[in-house]
């Protein structure tokens, strides 16, 4: 066999083991790159927006959130100096816009994103939603508070 075919059919093999590799993200060793499966994750936006969820897809392109969750500051009348807002976990979805409770992000709007502990305030807040449902005596945005502490 000539050296030259033998050369072309390993670069060819090469190719295809390559393209194997990165279409079944590397056999199943490259998972989701880092995020815990079924646990929360924050995901900081350049815009400065952060939302909890659970990323179910990491690509080389979009991230997809799902089971969205983000804080909101709902201020306190009279506002002192020394008092803050209160902070709130509103569940994406009931939104005057009714979107999907599913968000896929250009990667290169991402900053960073971190996996949430079990009993961090985030996660609690959002099992307590899961658990109890926004509170009867508001509107249907309002969700449980989220107590900052600095």
Request: hydrophobic residues 40%.
């Amino acid at each position: 066999m000539n050296k030259t075919v033998l050369y072309i059919l390993y670069a060819i093999v090469i190719i295809a083991l390559i393209y194997l590799a990165y279409t079944t993200k590397f056999f199943g060793l490259m998972k989701n790159s880092g995020t815990q499966k079924g646990k929360y994750q924050a995901v900081f936006l350049t815009n400065g927006q952060v939302y909890f969820g659970k990323v179910t897809n990491m690509g080389a392109k979009t991230v997809t959130l799902e089971d969205i969750y983000y804080l909101q500051v709902q201020q306190v009348q009279p506002q002192s100096k020394d008092q803050q807002g209160k902070l709130t976990l509103i569940k994406l979805g009931n939104e005057l816009h009714g979107p999907e409770d599913k968000m896929t992000i250009n990667v290169d709007q991402v900053l960073f994103w971190e996996n949430l502990k079990d009993n961090g305030k985030v996660v609690e807040a959002i099992k307590r939603y899961q658990a109890e449902g926004p509170a009867p005596a508001s509107t249907s945005s309002a969700q449980p508070s989220v107590e900052a502490t600095q």
